[in-house]
């Protein structure tokens, strides 16, 4: 059975991304993180630049998570997103902002990192990361795409496991912040 209801949350992240970019080859159909793990990132909201493309990242109105608002086409795109740590490393759940009952949001995770001015993003969707999650986790794979069908609990397990591994991340881009 193929999952045609996954494409739509994929296609919002080639949007978000941009067609030259990395997008998310891996979604956990449960959000990896609770309330308890999010945590604030010093010196993620602001305007970020790449190239042609614009991305505005702020707090939410109840400043626990962060809305993202993707700017490189004609429509704008709005994004979720919940910051969370596992070691050393930094992550954030992306998921779509708008409400669409034909569509299951993805929580897409991305490792961030604050670095020179500048945010480096990669999702975590390598082949070795989705070999490892293979091993442990109910997923449905589909050529290059994985969907985990795990609890969200098992999926923070698997990322507490291999999240950190620099080879958990797939291609990154680098954002400058808006002058």
């Known amino acids: ?19 030259d970019t990395p997008t ?9 993180a609770t309330d308890r793990e999010t945590v ?16 505005v990242v702020r707090r939410s109105k109840d400043n626990k998570d962060y809305e993202i608002l993707y700017l490189g086409g004609a429509t ?16 954030l759940d992306v998921t779509p902002s708008d409400d669409n009952d034909f569509r299951l949001p993805g929580h897409a ?9 500048g945010l480096r993003w990669g999702f975590l969707d390598s082949d070795w990361f989705k ?25 923070r397990d698997v990322l507490g496991k291999f999240g950190a591994d620099d080879k958990a991340v797939g291609k990154t881009v680098t954002w400058q912040r808006a002058q």
């Open 1 to 19: 059975m193929k999952l045609t209801w996954m494409l739509p949350a994929l296609a919002g992240f080639v949007i978000l991304t941009g067609c």
């Open 24 to 32: 998310p080859s891996l979604l956990s159909l449960e959000a990896p």
């Open 40 to 55: 604030a990132v010093n010196g993620l909201t602001g305007t970020w630049e790449a190239g042609d493309q614009t991305c």
């Open 76 to 91: 704008p795109y709005g994004f979720e997103a919940r910051a969370f740590r596992v070691g050393s490393a930094q992550l």
């Open 109 to 117: 995770i991305a490792r961030i990192w604050l670095e020179n001015g």
């Open 131 to 155: 070999q490892q999650a293979a091993a442990v986790l109910a997923h449905h794979q589909t050529d290059s795409k994985m969907l985990l069908l795990a609890p969200g609990a098992a999926v």
